[in-house]
């Protein structure tokens, strides 16, 4: 008879781990997640940033590539139909460009590429120039299109928002500086970094300027202590809103 160790009482611990092992192990794991997964969130956040910069970035292309087709002339601020979006839509063509990533509605499902613009998904608004209309006391009758305005009246296009970043759930596609309780309701200023909480005022949004570049700006500082949405030199002053923070 073999005096040596039967098969099923050999030392465990030869072959695999013991239980206490297991629990150090996970143990370990459990620490690195927890210690890897904040950067890997911050890391898909900046990651989300940069492609909603470069989205504006196209659409500002698309702006200045009809602006110099149409004799210098900025789109008109449709209050109706055929809206900014439809009416820059020939020089950026994919409508996922409207939107912003970490937009929570980024990923609704898309219209087609042939639809109607305007009912496309989206997360910006463009300047509606209005502080230059009631300058010049333009009116119109409801519903028609404000005549459009040449680039050159822009005083301070390193200054001068033409693109900006709306709330979610927000239809508007203009800022509108003769009824500001309306459009700061819809401006989105906090989307990116800060708290996740719904009335986040520590984070910032992105701005694409009329000089072409795009800027991250913080809380509030689109407009004060200058509205930048203002083109004119008396509508940075005499439309801006300082507001403290929530």
């Known amino acids: 008879m073999d005096g040596g160790q039967p098969p099923l009482r050999r030392n465990l611990t030869a072959n695999g781990f013991t239980l206490v092992e297991m629990l150090v192990v996970m143990g370990i794991i459990a620490l690195l997640a927890a210690l890897l997964l904040p950067a890997l969130g911050r890391g898909k956040s900046a990651a989300q940033r940069i492609q909603c910069v470069n989205h504006l970035r196209q659409l500002f292309i698309a702006f200045e590539l009809r602006v110099s087709e149409h ?14 979006p439809t009416q820059l839509y020939q020089y950026y063509s994919n409508l996922r460009i409207l939107r912003c990533p970490r937009d929570s509605r980024a990923n609704d499902p898309a219209t087609a590429t042939n639809s109607v613009p305007d009912l496309a998904p989206r997360s910006f608004l463009m300047n509606g120039f209005q502080d230059y209309y009631i300058q010049q006391g333009v009116t119109v009758p409801k519903g028609q299109p404000w005549p459009e305005v040449g680039e050159s009246v822009i005083r301070h296009p390193t200054a001068t928002i033409i693109f900006g970043e709306k709330k979610s759930e927000s239809a508007l596609f203009y800022v509108v500086l003769d009824s500001m309780a309306a459009y700061l309701q819809d401006l989105e200023e906090s989307r990116h970094g800060g708290t996740e909480r719904a009335s986040n005022t520590s984070g910032s949004s992105n701005y694409a300027f009329a000089d072409g570049h795009v800027s991250a700006l913080r809380y509030g500082k689109s407009l004060c202590p200058e509205n930048l949405w203002a083109i004119t030199e008396e509508g940075g002053t005499k439309y801006a809103i300082c507001r403290p923070a929530n």
């Open 71 to 84: 004799d210098g002339l900025m789109p008109s601020p449709n209050s109706s139909t055929n809206r900014w």
